[in-house]
């Protein structure tokens, strides 16, 4: 198993809902209808995940815990992501070392939140899996760990999901990912400063929603 651990999204909304989004404060574990069944039906079947959720971060608004993210990779923590608002839609895709479970089932509840901003009443897809590569899998694959379900009224964990509309609409946010991680590896190797490392990539409209650090 990968110690590589990667939630990614792609959710439609406004801009005023993102930015509605990013402000509003998650106030319980009520945003995740069934918190417990998060591993059903896929790799890690029978692992219960109901006691690992007890620390995550309730109380906090997305934008607050996107911004913790971004100021920690600017200061060279390796977990790095992109969040944007673009072409009408919230897209995530945020790299985790090791299976953090406060950073990961935060990811997985600001996300599971954003049903309330949602455009579109469809039903949208969060994906969490593990790869040393950070990349997509093939919506096929048989190693996804969880998908959670982002609807108007709520969210949930679902033991089955069709992934190849999800995975393929997920591609251009992936590319932005891995730009950034290029920029990052030719900074880091290129400091010599003798101070610890610092770069201000993460930050990037590029790479992060101004909105979120504003």
Not at 52 to 78: H, I, K, L, N
Not at 79 to 101: I, N
Not at 165 to 172: K, M, P, W
Request: glycine share 8%; charged share 25%; proline share 4%.
């Amino acid at each position: 198993m990968s110690d590589s651990f990667m939630v990614a999204a792609r959710i439609p909304m406004s801009r005023d809902g993102f930015e509605s989004w990013l402000r509003t404060p998650v106030k319980d574990l009520g945003a995740i209808a069934n918190p417990e069944a998060m591993f059903d039906g896929w790799l890690w079947h029978g692992r219960r995940a109901d006691t690992e959720w007890q620390s995550t971060g309730v109380g906090m608004t997305p934008a607050e815990y996107f911004a913790e993210r971004v100021d920690d990779s600017c200061g060279g923590d390796e977990e790095c992501g992109v969040l944007l608002h673009r072409d009408g839609a919230l897209e995530a895709y945020l790299l985790h070392f090791g299976y953090s479970e406060w950073r990961v089932h935060t990811a997985l509840l600001m996300l599971a939140a954003a049903g309330e901003f949602k455009s579109e009443p469809a039903e949208d897809t969060v994906l969490f899996w593990a790869e040393t590569g950070a990349n997509l899998w093939p919506a096929d694959a048989t190693g996804w760990l969880a998908v959670l379900s982002v609807g108007t009224d709520g969210a949930r964990f679902v033991d089955a999901r069709d992934l190849t509309e999800v995975v393929a609409g997920l591609r251009t946010v992936e590319s932005r990912f891995f730009e950034m991680v290029a920029l990052l590896g030719e900074e880091s190797e290129d400091w010599d400063s003798g101070e610890d490392f610092r770069t201000e990539t993460p930050r990037d409209p590029l790479f992060t929603d101004p909105a979120v650090l504003s």
